[in-house]
């Protein structure tokens, strides 16, 4: 059967993984087989400690998941150390689905729930925007790394003088309130800014809101 590109009017996703846990070897060959079709790198493995004990690249990931597993319950793992061990979104699979069954996977924080038997361009597609949706997360947690990278390289009083510029004080209050010259908060600021790469006092709130609590 021909299949659609992975998600119809999207990029591929060459550098992109799917993990397939499924205790049926006819499931895992029929899934995996689907997914090489359409150019999706996939591993499938036949229990939840195979998937966990293997090596995970950081690229855009999403796990498709049965919900009976043999022994243990994929509903069960996606509440236990499991989900912290799996960030990227999870697909839910079952041939016994429900109401209940599904209410608690979307609770759980699963990206979807499907029933056997399903379309294949459908799951094609809810795989493409689960990828997509783990590549965003994925940037962003880089830009945010960069920025606390950033900000931890300021010296001490960069750090304090750029907080309450944050905090919306104006350089002779800074001044005041640390007891400098407002030269020398002016000098600070603009090598705190420099270094953040930030271009106005709201580009400055808006990245250290990414790795402070800010007032």
Known sequence: MKHDNVG???EPLPDSLVYVVDDDESIRGALT???MSVGIHVRAFESADEFLATDMPDVP???ILDVRLRGTSGLTLQQDPFK??????VIFLTGHGDIEMSVKAMKAGAFDFMTKPFKDQDLIDTIAAALKRDAELKRQERIVA???QTYDSLTAREREVIRLVADGLLNKQIADLLCLSEVTVKIHRAQAMHKLQARSVPDVVRKLQQVLPLH
């Open 8 to 10: 119809a009017g999207s």
């Open 33 to 35: 087989s689907l997914l």
């Open 61 to 63: 990931s999403c796990l």
């Open 84 to 89: 912290e061990s799996v960030r990227f979104p």
């Open 146 to 148: 960069v920025i606390r």
